[in-house]
């Protein structure tokens, strides 16, 4: 019978999602693709500047984000903008039009 997942590194057959999940992300699996499952030991000055570049990277994000919805609003607001004006222009048009009379009025 076959089984829905076989991994060919560490010639092993899941029959679930579970069984799938824990092989991957064993310790087994890690060392045979070479991987070694320790860490090294930090200092917490190493932890605070870790994590101080982590919140510069955060910020300068949603400064860029900020930055681009507001040109998303910009530009919306320039296309608005154009589109009254094209239907100003329309408008007077339409008036001045009207207003020297039509070909059908002006022959009857």
Known sequence: QETPWYCEVCDVSATNDMMWLDHVNGIKHNKMLGYSMRHKEESPLEVITGLSDVIHK???????????????????????????????????REATTEARGSPSTLHK
């Open 58 to 92: 955060m910020r300068r994000r949603r400064k860029v984000r900020a930055r681009l919805a507001i040109q998303k609003e910009e530009q919306a607001l320039a296309g608005k903008k154009e589109e009254q004006s094209l239907a100003g222009k329309k408008r007077a």
